[in-house]
Every structure is written in C-alpha cells, then in structure tokens.
C-alpha cells in the first residue's frame, strides 16, 4: 500500500510549489513580498458583469443544477464574439461548448480523446496543462519548439513522420504563456494544412486573445479555410474581463472534438453556477470598453517593468501580447537554473516570479515576470532587483570563483 498510484507516478513535483513555499515563509516573518509569480488578475471584475450576477443569483430558479455544456443564450454570445472579432460563424448546437475555465476543458478533451500510448505534439516550454493534460491521460509527449515560425513547422512534420505512434494532436498557444509570443495569420495557414495533409488535430489555447499591444490583434487559427475540420479552440474570460475566480471559458470549432468533449462533461458537471453563466453573456454581449482598459493597463505595465529592469541591467525582450515578460536569466546566474535563481531573487530582492523550469526543461534558462502589480509596486520591484543586481555585482557566481588568487 505504500506505491504511488499509477497516474500520480507521472506528475513531477509541482515546481512552483517550492517558490510559494518560500514566499509563504517570507510573509510569515513579516516581509513584504511582490508578488509577479503567478498570472492571477488583480483588477476587479467590471461593475457591469458583477451587476448582473446579483441579478442573476436573487431569482432562485437560478439555483439549481445547470447544463455542462453552457446555457443556450451564453453559446449565442460565444458564437457572437467570434463573429464580431474573427468573421468566424460558429453553430452554438454544435460547435460551441462552455467549460470551467480553459484549463478543465483542455484536461477533459485530453480524456476524452486520448489513449494510453497515444503522442501528442506539445511547445516546450508551454502552459503546464498543455503536457500534463494528455499525460495524466496516458499520452506520451513530443516536445517541440515554443516559436511560431518555419523551425516549428519543420519540427511538427519531423515529429508526424518520425513518431510511432503518429501523432493525433499538437497544442499551439498564442499569445503564448510563458513566452507571450504571437502568431501570424500565414504561421495558421502553413499549420493547418500541416494538420490536414497529416491528419492530426489542432488545440488551440487562445486564451490571451485580448491582450496585446502593439500591431494588430491577434488571429484565430479558425479564421483560416478549412481549419475546423482539424480545429478546436479554446477561449477564457479569466483575463480579458479580469474574471480568474469566475472560471468560465469555451471550446469551440471541430464539431466532433466539441461533441467528445460535450459527453465526457456529462458525466463529470453540471456545468457553471446559472448566474456566473449569464454575468458571462453580459461581459461578452456588454460594452467592451473595459476590454480596452485592461489592455491599456497591461501595456502601461510592461513599459514600467521592461525598461526599468533594462537600466537596471536585466535585458529583456518586450511582450508584445499576454500579461507575461519572459525574461532571460542574466547571465551571471545562468549557472543557478531558473529554480535557484528565482529563490535567490525572493530571498535579496523580496521579489517573486515563477521559474521557467515549470514550463518545460526548454524553460530553465528563463524565469516568467506577471504583471499583476499596480506601477508603484512594479517601480519598488525594479528598484529591489537593482540593488540585488548591484550588490551582487562584486560576488563569486559560482564555487570556482571563490579560489583565492
């Protein structure tokens, strides 16, 4: 009795776990910590949403079990906002499905369709889920690179040819978490009819649709001709209407993906709490000004952390999209891992961010900074990082370098 079950043996430790069990020890001394280590949306909720869940929840017939595949009139609005933003037409019958967040709808569709030995095609480094997903299902995973460009394309028709068994699906996720890297309309095009000479499905994690800021919104890769015979696409409220704790997303696209997902749901939930769902059809049918100011507040954001990390000395590229800077260790702490080295910058700068090793071992030599932090506390966080960059700056980087001369 004392062997560990079959399907926990395949799940490393949680990595973040360390850094919050560290952080949870700083605040318990009284340190005051700033916290960029996990993609938790700080703003409240619009009024307007939140008026419509009191709403909503004062009339009782709201109360009792709901539907796992979403309330007909929050699949319209889905169907809407595809059609509003992509020039996607969806049917909301059959084509659209609302889950618990993206997150539950990823790891309800990998059991749905995946059988133990199947491969599955997977960016490293990407979202947790998106690997552990199919492996708690029984799938094995086939890393390839995080970057939408022709590496990545040459990458998935190796994997295709190479793989015994073929692959049956591949992730994509752009914007990207942890990376923020955005994908071009022509990147879809070339994938999909990847996917459709190959015959392998596409799960597309658009969750970050709504965040960017410079040039033009990102794509879906359902804009693309013929992309819903390979294609299903999930969304998120969580970020785009600050409604993380709300846990509402969408799936939508290949009808048969849709429908597996739909019967695998039906005998797991009973779907969202009634009146989150219509507080959702509010947000989506509802005035989106608030849309625009969170993006305004994610892009004022980066242009406080970026370069005041850059003088500060720590190069980083500047997101283009997500709520994510993936920063580069510098490089008198490459040595460290991404692990050690966020530990280290909790420890002298008070400052947390999730190590990139969580993502992927492709990720170790980064760490992930989210901007989840008013300005002040991001101006107090570069100001903390420039006096551990500045204090260390004389120290021995590693064993090697503490020989006496």
């Known amino acids: 009795m004392t062997e560990e079950f079959h399907r926990i ?110 491969t599955i095609m997977v960016p490293n480094p990407s979202y947790p889920i998106h ?56 990147f879809y095009k070339e994938l999909v009819a990847l996917a459709r000479r190959h015959e392998f499905y596409i799960l597309s994690d658009l969750a970050y649709a709504e965040l960017y800021f410079d040039g033009e919104p990102p794509p879906s890769v359902l804009q693309v001709a013929g992309a819903r015979e390979v294609t299903v696409e999930f969304t998120s409220l969580s970020k785009t209407y600050s409604m993380p704790g709300w846990r509402m997303g969408f799936a939508a696209g290949n009808q048969r993906l ?64 997500s709520m994510f800077a993936w920063a580069p260790i510098p490089p008198r702490y490459v040595h460290m891992g991404s692990l050690d080295f966020s530990k280290l910058l909790l420890e002298r700068a008070r400052v947390a961010v999730a190590p990139g090793i969580g993502f992927g071992e492709h990720g170790d030599g980064h760490v992930r900074i989210a901007l989840v932090e008013n300005t002040q506390r991001l101006r107090q966080a570069v100001r903390n990082i420039r006096g551990f960059l500045h204090t260390e700056s004389n120290a021995p980087t590693s064993p090697a370098d503490q020989v006496p001369a």
Request: net charge positive; charged share 20%; aromatic share 6%.
């Open 131 to 186: 690997q552990f997903g199919f492996i708690i299902a029984g799938a094995a995973v086939r890393s390839i690179p995080a970057t939408p460009d022709d590496e990545m394309l040459r990458a998935i028709d190796r994997a295709v040819r190479h793989s015994v068994p073929k692959p049956t699906a591949l992730i994509v996720n752009f914007p990207s978490n942890p990376t923020a890297h955005l994908a071009s309309l022509d």
């Open 9 to 118: 043996r395949r799940l490393p430790p949680y990595v973040f776990a360390e850094v919050n069990k560290a952080k949870a020890a700083a605040r318990a001394e009284g340190a005051d910590i700033i916290d960029l280590g996990m993609g938790n949306p700080d703003s409240p909720t619009p009024p307007h949403i939140v008026a419509k869940m009191i709403e909503a929840v004062q009339d009782p017939r709201t109360h009792r079990y709901s539907t796992s595949r979403g309330i007909p009139g929050l699949r319209r609005a889905l169907s809407g906002y595809y059609q509003r933003r992509f020039g996607v037409t969806l049917d909301p019958e059959t084509e659209v499905i609302a889950t618990l967040g993206s997150k539950e709808g990823l790891a309800n569709l990998a059991a749905a369709i995946t059988s133990p030995g199947d």
């Open 258 to 321: 849709v429908t597996a997902l739909a019967r695998m749901k039906s005998y797991l939930d009973y779907g969202a709490f009634t009146p989150i769902q219509v507080a959702s059809v509010a947000a989506l049918n509802g005035p989106q000004d608030c849309v625009e100011a969170a993006r305004s507040l994610y892009r004022e954001r980066r242009d406080v952390i970026v370069p005041g990390l850059a003088a500060a000395g720590w190069q980083m590229p500047s997101p283009r999209g």
